[in-house]
């Protein structure tokens, strides 16, 4: 392994420990043009190679015990960046990915004497594979004292451990425990996430088997109700036969009661009387198969109703249901909730149900309907012809313990609507300062050149910073040092009471077995990844961001994401006062997440909107908001348009949104947008 050492003399300690000591003593450090700070940064001098984050090994403390004796303590370990360490006096090894070894030597003896920080990062290099292999049982020891001692990202890594059952049992209960430790939320803020009421696993089993014997239920369901249809054939050709006999039986008995009040007719009247017998014979019988028939029938609906009224209660609350995108309208009627949708055209509808129980079905104005493992939907309806037309729609979801939920909603023309009066303006200054690094590439020197990435970022840029509030940075066809200085300088003047996005849109790489993604800058090479952007670089330097929200978009790829469990999902049908008090707690967490487009490169929109599929959704949804969004709900409603223009276009495309691992993801929560005009 080739090393890099950096050795201070001894005399530049003192110096930068009384620097240190010094600079404790000032006060904050003023506001900052955060624009103008990154844009310098940019052009600055220097390659990006001083700002990779390095385990770097500080000089002791000096210290004087008395009067008389002055020592110096035992060095420490910090993960910062190249630079910092050199100015801070410290000793650093560059880092080798492939061998951890060194770095285990760094943490390991300071995670043995008890520093939470140190056992976190033990922790870390037996999960990536210090010695020689992931060790998660290792891992999770270590995660375990780390958390015990309040080290928030060890109990968000501990938590997936025990949801994957690495190198622990499996375990969801025991995986959100240690989320809800992390997020420090109470038991009332709790209760309004779907994270909350996750089942153990002896329920977790419980439902499997209900589930399976509902899909053995639901196909016996399923033959019934077709015996039940042909019964019911039968029986409204029974009743037409019924009919037609009591009419063929009324005018014979109306035609013999004419014969007999004529003479000399008994011959016709005997003739006559038998017809009516006979046809009364078959009309009584008509009437004998009709009740059985329906008697058939009734036996049948019941059985039927049997079937969807067995049901156990194993506790769980039952189904709720929302609709995601385009969001609802509350009218002037409090009781009406109404979508506008244009005139002419069909329009989808997408939406979420949720059931901890297990579904049993989801029904669409009668229509059955998919849901997806996240439980969305979504539908399609016919286009309305004039603006005074509404069409209603009625959602109606039972789960497995025969719980319902029903959403009743009306499709409205445009402009039509009369909405609510609009709502107080609220304190949102705990949402904190809003800050963007927006890139975008498109004049490759070696990969294929691209039409729409500047044109994407510049129109995010502009939507970020006019409708939202961010204080944007932009950077067109950048190169490696571009984004690294830039992140750098972030990591220099955010606090933690500020949200960084970073939307990136250009050439991705992604290595897939070893789950490695890139980025690619213009002046980067196909066969030379030596300008690539390793995006484990981008992770070290989030962990290092003091920013409490830092939220990667990239229409492009993201290597070394976490599952989605400990992302904060707010129960469907909360009031506007409580779903903006749970979001304003949720925004005191810190968060590291990345949204992606579900491909390697930008894929543009056939329908003439010059952006990309993944831009024009992500655009579309932020410009049609108008309340404080967390970015699951954002997500949702982008991956079902996405989903939807892109198999028009015969372009496999599914976006993610997940926590990023290692990069210092502390909690249950979600980067949230808050438009200006709240």
């Not at 056992?119 to 004292?145: F, M």
Request: aromatic content about 6%; hydrophobic content about 35%; charged content about 25%.
């Amino acid at each position: 392994m080739e090393t890099a050492c950096k050795n201070i003399p001894f005399s530049f300690f003192i110096a930068v420990t009384l620097m240190v000591v010094l600079s404790a003593c000032t006060s904050d450090p003023p506001s900052v043009d955060t624009v103008k700070a990154v844009t310098g940064a940019i052009n600055a001098p220097g390659g990006p190679e001083t700002y990779e984050v390095v385990d770097c090994l500080l000089p002791g403390q000096i210290r004087q015990l008395g009067t008389q004796v002055t020592y110096v303590t035992e060095r420490r370990p910090v993960r910062t960046t190249t630079e910092d360490c050199a100015i801070r006096g410290g000793e650093y090894v560059a880092r080798d990915r492939a061998d951890y070894g060194t770095s285990l030597k760094f943490w390991l003896s300071e995670a043995q004497k008890g520093s939470a920080e140190a056992q976190y990062y033990t922790a870390t290099l037996y999960e990536r594979g210090a010695g020689g292999e992931p060790d998660y049982q290792r891992a999770a020891n270590w995660y375990r004292k780390a958390a015990e001692q309040g080290d928030k990202r060890a109990a968000v890594n501990l938590g997936r451990l025990y949801e994957q059952g690495l190198g622990v049992s499996k375990d969801p209960a025991q995986a959100f425990t240690w989320f809800a430790k992390a997020s420090g939320l109470d038991d009332a803020a709790l209760s309004l996430l779907t994270n909350q009421q996750l089942p153990n696993a002896q329920a977790t089993t419980r439902i499997r088997e209900l589930e399976q014997a509902l899909a053995t239920t639901n196909q016996e369901v399923t033959r019934l109700n077709n015996h039940l249809q042909e019964l019911q054939r039968l029986a409204e050709t029974d009743r037409r036969k019924s009919q037609d006999a009591d009419q063929r039986y009324q005018a014979a008995r109306a035609e013999l009661d004419q014969l007999r009040e004529r003479p000399d007719q008994s011959e016709a009247i005997a003739k006559a009387d038998a017809r009516v017998k006979q046809i009364q014979e078959e009309m009584d019988r008509a009437r004998r198969e009709l009740d059985t028939r329906n008697t058939d029938i009734v036996q049948l609906q019941q059985k039927i109703a049997s079937f969807e009224t067995n049901a156990i209660d194993l506790g769980f609350d039952g189904p709720t249901l929302e609709i995601i995108d385009p969001p609802l309208a509350r009218t002037r009627s409090k009781e009406q909730l109404a979508i506008p949708i244009n005139t002419g055209s069909q329009r989808s509808v997408t939406g979420r149900v949720l059931a901890p129980a297990g579904l049993r079905s989801l029904m669409v104005n009668g229509e059955k309907m998919k849901v997806n493992e996240d439980g969305v939907f979504t539908s399609t309806f016919g286009a309305l012809q004039s603006p005074s037309d509404e069409s209603v729609v009625q959602i109606l979801a039972v789960d497995t313990q025969n719980k319902r939920a029903a959403l009743k909603f009306v499709l409205k023309g445009k402009g039509t609507i009369q909405p609510n009066p609009q709502v107080p303006k609220q304190d949102l200054s705990e949402f904190g300062h809003y800050h963007a690094l927006v890139i975008g590439n498109d004049h490759y020197k070696h990969w294929k050149v691209l039409k729409n990435g500047i044109s994407d970022a510049t129109a995010v840029a502009k939507t970020l910073k006019e409708q939202y509030g961010f204080h944007v940075t932009i950077i067109k066809d950048s190169i490696r040092s571009d984004i690294m200085n830039a992140l750098n300088e972030y990591r220099k003047i955010l606090n933690e009471n500020d949200n960084l996005l970073i939307y990136y849109a250009g050439h991705g790489h992604l290595e897939q077995d070893i789950d490695r993604g890139y980025w690619i800058p213009v002046n980067a090479e196909i066969d030379n990844n030596s300008e690539w952007v390793n995006l484990s670089d981008v992770t070290d330097l989030l962990q290092l961001i003091s920013a409490k929200h830092v939220m990667v978009v990239a229409d492009s790829c993201f290597g070394g994401k976490l599952t989605r469990s400990s992302l904060a999902q707010l129960k469907p049908g909360l009031t506007a006062h409580a779903r903006l008090d749970i979001l304003k707690k949720l925004a005191k967490r810190r968060v590291r997440t990345a949204m992606t487009s579900g491909g390697v490169n930008p894929v543009l929109d056939a329908g003439g909107s010059g952006h990309s599929v993944f831009a024009e959704a992500f655009l579309g949804v932020l410009e049609e908001n108008d309340t404080v969004l967390e970015a699951e709900r954002l997500f949702l409603a982008i991956r079902s348009r996405v989903v939807s223009t892109s198999q028009q276009i015969h372009s496999e495309q599914i976006p993610t949104y997940d926590p990023i691992h290692m990069a210092g993801h502390e909690s249950i929560g979600d980067f949230i947008f808050v438009p200006r005009a709240l």
